[in-house]
């Protein structure tokens, strides 16, 4: 049976509300603007899901996986049969591969793991913490300790955003780069950054 965009995505989504404490968007836009994940959950990583449906091309895929690889840390790409014996050469090799099978219009369709993503090699704290807003960023600078102590409080408030994540970048260590990222999937759970840092996640 032929499946579209809409019939992987009511399974995929079906299977993700499944897990504990799992927050799922979709049509999520990176912040360099060159792709949107068809779906994003964040649970204990920032995952990214592209979907190939049997009826979609195939033309944009490279771009995209560049694009999702700078952005989330792992990825997932989900197909139905058409895609599925293809995938293994589609997609890099730490990318996770699902794909969804219906017998018949009248099965709700089966997901199957043919692959588990592994962490992504290639992500960059600098796309994650774009996530964040240039306000919520500049609290985190002022409120987590050892961050551009140099500067005031008034001096940070007045950066542009691009020069405070790359400065992150440049200066913080991977423990504090850890906790930026954490940051971020909570954000994602709809929690605010003054919230988290008043119980105690940037500790």
């Known amino acids: 049976m032929i499946l579209d ?22 049509e999520v836009t990176v912040p360099c603007g060159k792709a949107r994940a068809d779906v994003v959950a964040s649970n204990g990583h920032l995952i990214g899901y592209e979907i190939k449906s049997d009826v979609d091309s195939l033309y944009r895929l490279p771009s995209q996986i560049e694009e999702y690889d700078k952005a989330f840390e792992q990825n997932y790409i989900v ?3 058409r895609f599925q014996n293809k995938a293994f ?3 890099p090799n730490y990318w996770g591969i699902i794909v969804i099978k219906v017998k018949d219009e009248y099965s709700e369709g089966e997901l199957f793991f043919a692959r588990k993503a592994k962490l992504n090699p290639k992500q960059n704290f600098r796309e994650l913490v774009d996530f964040l807003s240039s306000n919520e960023i500049k609290y985190l600078v002022k409120e987590t300790k050892g961050i551009y102590e140099d500067f005031t409080r008034t001096q940070i408030q007045g950066m542009v955003k691009w020069r405070l994540v790359q400065e992150l970048e440049e200066t913080l260590s991977k423990k504090k780069q850890l906790i930026f990222k954490k940051v971020v999937r909570e954000v994602f759970k709809g929690k605010s950054v003054k919230d988290i840092y008043k119980n105690g996640l940037l500790l």
């Open 89 to 91: 050469d589609l997609v």
């Open 79 to 81: 197909v139905g049969e």
């Open 5 to 26: 965009d809409k019939q992987i995505r009511k399974i995929l989504i079906k299977r993700l509300t499944t897990y504990n404490n799992c927050v799922i968007h979709e």
